[in-house]
T-cell receptor, first 115, second 115 residues
């Protein structure tokens, strides 16, 4: 499959450790945020989302934190597993006049889990 | 179907030729998006369809790019007179028209290589 990104920032962690992936966004009007996981040769896969009226949301082994003051989003993965190795993208969106909700994606972070 | 499907999965073409990419969204999803992902980069919005409304074409990079959608089903993205800079993965996503409809589900993408 195709490599998603050859020059992405890379986070390397040991299996079983916790991972934290960070994302900065620029649009203060953004009111909805998503984290996607993209494995080589595949489309982005939804992980977790959060609305702007929240600052934390938890899923299974994942937590998203939102700091609207500094426009920062983070994804925490607990007990990282080799299957978590992928490129992770944050995405944001806001109401627009046309009503479309196209996502604006960050540049991505590659997570490498060492066994 | 169970998810978004795209065809072909890979397309190699010569500079100057036209190509047509196909997307089958999740059944019942009224919103459909096309994105482009260049190697090592995030996703760029191209075009958005919502029901029978006029599509939002604001992300199309040039008049060589066009897209159509038949009702709330299949969509085709056409690139005329392809250029080498058109080489990328083209991703399609769909979402449901509801309060939670911002969550977009992606297909596996079509990798386009223009020689």
């Amino acid at each position: 499959g195709e490599s998603v990104g050859l020059h992405l920032p890379t986070l390397s962690v040991q299996e079983g450790d916790n991972s934290i992936i960070n994302c900065a966004y620029s649009n203060s009007a953004s009111d909805y945020f998503i984290w996607y996981k993209q494995e080589s040769g595949k489309g982005p896969q939804f992980i977790i989302d959060i609305r702007s009226n929240m600052d934390k949301r938890q899923g299974q082994r994942v937590t998203v934190l939102l700091n609207k003051t500094v426009k920062h989003l983070s994804l925490q993965i607990a007990a990282t597993q080799p299957g978590d190795s992928a490129v992770y993208f944050c995405a944001e969106t806001s109401d627009m006049d046309t009503g479309r909700r196209a996502l604006t994606f960050g540049s991505g972070t590659r997570l490498q889990v060492q066994p | 179907g169970a998810g978004v499907s795209q065809s072909p999965s890979n397309k190699v073409t010569e500079k100057g030729k036209d190509v047509e990419l196909r997307c089958d969204p999740i059944s019942g999803h009224t919103a459909l998006y096309w994105y482009r992902q260049r190697l090592g980069q995030g996703l760029e919005f191209l075009i958005y369809f919502q029901g029978n409304s006029a599509p939002d074409k604001s992300g199309l990079p040039s008049d060589r790019f066009s897209a159509e959608r038949t009702g709330e089903s299949v969509s085709t993205l056409t690139i005329q007179r392809t250029q080498q800079e058109d080489s990328a993965v083209y991703l399609c996503a769909s979402s449901s028209d509801s309060l939670g409809g911002k969550k977009q589900f992606f297909g596996p993408g079509t990798r386009l290589t223009v020689l």
